[in-house]
């Protein structure tokens, strides 16, 4: 009797949990489409307005993201050709590199750490920056001037946001297939035109839809999840680092969650089609 | 939708507060047509509801029941865009913050002016110009508020809730901090925005005897959670 209401009381709190993490979704994809939304339908808005805070965001997330972007890239791309390249030499497929670096770079790392160095920089300043806002009465003198918080705040952030993550992702993929090869040329002699040989081989159109798929879900989630939390802080600063921490921990578990999903749900599909499954 | 021309009638309708959350009611039975032409000086202890009050009337907080009207539509029925249109004719105050913190003072001047283009008031840019030379905000006006002293912010604030010349004014604790000068600036401001035809209504709450004096034509009371219109009942009240 006791452990059938252990297990019940169990499962009542997994549930509980699922429960709060589809409101949770609800409500973040409920504000991504009433920030879109307020930017076509407010007739007064200032359009010039919001878009220089889009560009301001993009030069925030995108532009001084780059150095930091180049080193992870530079060093992730070396190491994956590296260690690829000794491991294939000791089973004689050194022509499957290309196939292995569009799997593992393409694929995997670029699009997370992307979303990693993006919600560390700029998912918490995002979070904090509201966050401290609303403490400022700052959001409630924008309503006050009519001015849209959902329009003028969350869309620039959001659309900026997304268009750094997939520009920051597509040069990370740039600098760690180039790069890395120029720093493995150092040290192991690798004939450029078997590597780019290789690489143009193995590149298709799922790379690019993964990729795609991917990186757009990042900059959009990213930046609501942060948005959502900064706008939930009542009146107190000291709310402020709480929500951050709040900000960063969701947008990891989200990130995380949708790129394993599809990375399963991608390889289900390649099992099938080849009869695996 | 546009911006609307008159803000004709400006009326609360049985109105209920309490914060979200929160079991006590702030105020309840508020039932006022407030008068055109006239500068409503609110009157109540601390916590009694002043900014609250200001600010249910600024359209940044909805009565729990009850009804806020504006030429006979209900508020709370309306979405932010569709309020847009009679908030462009609403100037508000803060008591304290409200300017936001990455624009220099200018900058949070100008920007419901930038915003709302369209609406923008012929010569108002110019005017708003002159007035910051005026309030004594020409050298700090490309400072951001965190650089420059609260007077001036005060004044900032002020001055960025008549840009769009509304026609119902609220402010909350307009002369914290405002210099002699700042505060009979301000009171010969209000004064002209009055005489050219564009203010209507100013409901205010200030501690300021000068500012109070100069300004008031009525005096309503927030007192016991409810509204009153006449001292002696207020007077009554306490004792």
């Known amino acids: 009797?006791?452990?059938?209401?252990?297990?019940?009381?169990?499962?009542?709190?997994?549930?509980?949990?699922?429960?709060?993490?589809?409101?949770?979704?609800?409500?973040?994809?409920?504000?991504?489409?009433?920030?879109?939304?307020?930017?076509?339908?407010?007739?007064?808005?200032?359009?010039?307005?919001?878009?220089?805070?889009?560009?301001?965001?993009?030069?925030?997330?995108?532009?001084?993201?780059?150095?930091?972007?180049s080193v992870l890239a530079l060093a992730s791309g070396s190491i994956v050709i590296m260690q690829s390249n000794l491991q294939l030499n000791f089973l004689g497929g050194n022509e499957m590199i290309g196939n292995l670096l569009v799997v593992i770079i393409v694929r995997e790392i670029s699009p997370l750490l992307t979303a990693l160095v993006v919600i560390a920089r700029s998912g918490t300043a995002v979070a904090s920056e509201l966050g401290n806002m609303r403490v400022n009465k700052e959001i409630e003198a924008l309503e006050s001037m009519s001015i849209n918080p959902l329009s003028y705040i969350v869309?620039?952030?959001?659309?900026?946001?997304?268009?750094?993550?997939?520009?920051?992702?597509?040069?990370?993929?740039?600098?760690?297939?180039?790069?890395?090869?120029?720093?493995?040329?150092?040290?192991?002699?690798?004939?450029?035109?078997?590597y780019l040989d290789s690489l143009a081989q193995a590149f298709s159109g799922e790379d690019v839809i993964l990729f795609l798929v991917k990186n757009t879900f990042s900059g959009v989630f990213i930046f609501i999840i942060c948005c959502y939390q900064g706008f939930s802080v009542k009146r107190s600063p000291h709310e402020v680092p709480q929500v951050t921490t709040k900000a960063v921990m969701n947008s990891i578990f989200y990130v995380m969650g949708f790129n394993l999903t599809v990375t399963t749900l991608f390889y289900l599909n390649q099992l099938i089609r080849l009869g695996v499954l | 939708m546009g911006k609307i021309k008159n803000l004709d009638t400006v009326e609360f309708k049985n109105v209920k507060f309490n914060f979200s959350g929160e079991n006590e009611t702030l105020f309840e039975h508020m039932n006022i047509l407030f008068p055109n032409n006239k500068n409503l000086r609110l009157v109540g202890s601390t916590g009694s509801g002043k900014s609250t009050f200001l600010k249910i009337l600024a359209g940044l907080e909805l009565p729990s029941s009850g009804e806020y009207l504006i030429n006979g539509i209900s508020i709370g029925d309306l979405s932010f865009e569709e309020f847009t249109s009679y908030r462009l004719n609403i100037g508000f105050s803060f008591e304290y913050g409200g300017l936001l913190n990455n624009k220099s003072l200018k900058e949070n001047i100008l920007l419901p002016s930038q915003y709302h283009r369209e609406f923008e008031v012929p010569?108002?840019?110019?005017?708003?110009?002159?007035?910051?030379?005026?309030?004594?905000?020409?050298?700090?006006?490309?400072?951001?508020?965190?650089?420059?002293?609260?007077?001036?912010?005060?004044?900032?604030?002020?001055?960025?809730?008549?840009?769009?010349?509304?026609?119902?004014?609220?402010?909350?604790?307009?002369?914290?901090?405002?210099?002699?000068?700042?505060?009979?600036?301000?009171?010969?401001?209000?004064?002209?925005?009055?005489?050219?035809?564009?203010?209507?209504?100013?409901?205010?709450?200030s501690h300021d005897e000068m500012f109070c004096n100069e300004m008031t034509n009525t005096t309503i009371y927030i007192k016991d959670k409810k509204l009153i219109y006449s001292v002696d009942e207020a007077k009554r009240r306490v004792v």
């Open chain 2, 123 to 205: 010569g108002g840019k110019q005017r708003m110009h002159q007035l910051i030379e005026r309030a004594g905000l020409k050298e700090t006006a490309n400072l951001r508020p965190s650089m420059v002293p609260g007077s001036h912010r005060k004044m900032t604030v002020v001055l960025r809730s008549l840009i769009m010349r509304p026609q119902l004014l609220l402010l909350d604790e307009p002369t914290i901090g405002l210099t002699a000068e700042g505060k009979e600036f301000l009171i010969n401001l209000l004064k002209s925005e009055r005489d050219e035809g564009y203010l209507k209504t100013l409901v205010f709450s």
């Open chain 1, 1 to 69: 009797m006791h452990k059938l209401a252990f297990i019940t009381s169990r499962l009542d709190s997994w549930g509980a949990q699922l429960i709060s993490v589809f409101v949770y979704t609800k409500e973040l994809l409920m504000m991504t489409y009433l920030s879109v939304r307020a930017v076509i339908y407010d007739e007064t808005q200032g359009l010039r307005a919001i878009f220089s805070v889009v560009s301001a965001q993009i030069y925030f997330t995108g532009f001084q993201a780059l150095p930091i972007i």
């Open chain 1, 155 to 194: 869309f620039p952030r959001l659309f900026g946001g997304l268009i750094s993550v997939i520009c920051l992702a597509f040069y990370f993929t740039l600098v760690s297939l180039v790069g890395g090869f120029v720093v493995t040329k150092l040290v192991h002699d690798m004939p450029l035109n078997f």
